[in-house]
Structures are given as C-alpha cells and as structure tokens.
T-cell receptor, first 114, second 110 residues
Framework: DAGVIQSPRHEVTEMGQEVTLRCKPI?????LFWYRQTMMRGLELLIY????????DSGMPEDRFSAKMPNASFSTLKIQPSEPRDSAVYFC????????????FGQGTRLTVV | QKEVEQNSGPLSVPEGAIASLNCTYS??????FFWYRQYSGKSPELIMS????GDKEDGRFTAQLNKASQYVSLLIRDSQPSDSATYLC??????????FGTGTRLTVIP
C-alpha cells in the first residue's frame, strides 16, 4: 500500500475562498483522523471517523470547517470561507482498528491563506 | 485544559548523552500511550507505544509510564545527531480519540 495520501501538498489561496483538502486512507483502516498543526498550538485533533461515520468533531474550530467521508477510501476537509488564521499544515491519519498500535500519517497539506 | 502537556523545549544534549522527554495527560481513563518523532517538514512517525505501568525498552529508546501520576516519559540513550527532531507524546482516550501534545524539540549537538 502507498500509505495515506493527501492532496494537494501545498495550497495558497486568498482570504474568503473555499479550500478543499483531500485524503485517501490506507485500505482496510477503519479510523481516519484530521489534524491541524501550527507552531503555537501543536497538533490539534479536528475530527475523526470510524467506518466513515464522524465520531467526534468537537475539535473543529467553527462552522467554516466541515469534513466528510463518503466512502472508506476518501475524505475531505473543507474550509469556507478561508481566513489567514487557518494557515497551517493539515494532516490526515488512518488507523486499522480500536486496538491498533499505530496511526499512519499522510505527508500533510501546507495551507497558506493570504 | 489540554489533554496532553509537554515541555516545548528546546532541549539540547551533547552527542552520546541521555535525552529525557516528559509528558502528562489529563484523562485518567486513558489506556494507550505513544511517542512519535517528527523531523522538520515531515509527518509524525511512531517510535514507541506503551500500555502498562513501568518501562518498555526498544533499542536506545525507553518509554516509562506511571498511570497514578498520569505521566509518560521517553529516554533516548547514546543520543545521536540524527535523533534531532520534535518528539510528540500521544494518548488514546475514550472512544479512540488520539490526542497529541505540542511536542518537544530535541537538538543533539555533535
């Protein structure tokens, strides 16, 4: 397996625009996590899915953020409208099951909102 | 209150010394604890996991867990310049939420 695949790797957008980040988890992994990483706040859990169902979205900062997982092989994180403070690296990670010992991370999407 | 707390550092140690990294967590029901390493510009990768009180050794790395004190640590023996990275403590709590600390930046000086 190629691992967790995220796209795009880099995104630069203007304030107010819609941004969509994409993630393909490792095949057979039941859990998918979205994180945001900044120098100030570290790696923050935004939302996670189990078997395509959102389980905990309490980390989503506000209504501008939304996430979906329409099937086991694809998830999106959307920001609409984007703001400069959303600039960060966004990571997607997947985990096989509830007793798994490791979450595998994608390479991340570096988002810059100008 | 953040679920996982770490000293952000930076922590500098000379090559060959022992590096000690510490972490505390807030959820007493947490059962799984992890240390991830993240090189600059890269994604986190797992280096150690620990589930029971006590020590767990893997090569130059030793993880220590004290559930009564809600404390996890990582010792790196014979530190090498290639160990220079940010070390992230992670805790799996509740319904499989996986929370990370802000990380400790370690520099090993040749």
């Amino acid at each position: 397996d190629a691992g967790v695949i995220q796209s795009p790797r880099h995104e630069v957008t203007e304030m107010g625009q819609e941004v969509t980040l994409r993630c393909k988890p490792i095949s057979g992994h039941d859990y998918l996590f979205w994180y945001r990483q900044t120098m100030m706040r570290g790696l923050e859990l935004l939302i996670y899915f189990n078997n395509n169902v959102p389980i905990d979205d309490s980390g989503m900062p506000e209504d501008r953020f939304s996430a979906k997982m329409p099937n086991a092989s694809f998830s999106t994180l959307k920001i609409q409208p984007s703001e400069p403070r959303d600039s960060a690296v966004y990571f997607c990670a997947s985990m096989e099951g509830p007793t798994s010992t490791e979450a595998f991370f994608g390479q991340g999407t570096r988002l810059t909102v100008v | 209150q953040k679920e996982v707390e770490q000293n952000s550092g930076p922590l500098s140690v000379p090559e060959g010394a022992i590096a000690s990294l510490n972490c505390t967590y807030s959820d007493r029901g947490s059962q799984s604890f992890f240390w991830y390493r993240q090189y600059s510009g890269k994604s986190p990768e797992l280096i150690m996991s620990i589930y029971s009180n006590g020590d767990k050794e893997d090569g130059r790395f030793t993880a220590q867990l004290n559930k009564a004190s809600q404390y996890v640590s990582l010792l790196i023996r014979d530190s090498q310049p290639s160990d220079s990275a940010t070390y992230l403590c992670a805790v799996r709590a509740g319904a499989n939420n996986l929370f990370f600390g802000t990380g400790t930046r370690l520099t090993v000086i040749p």
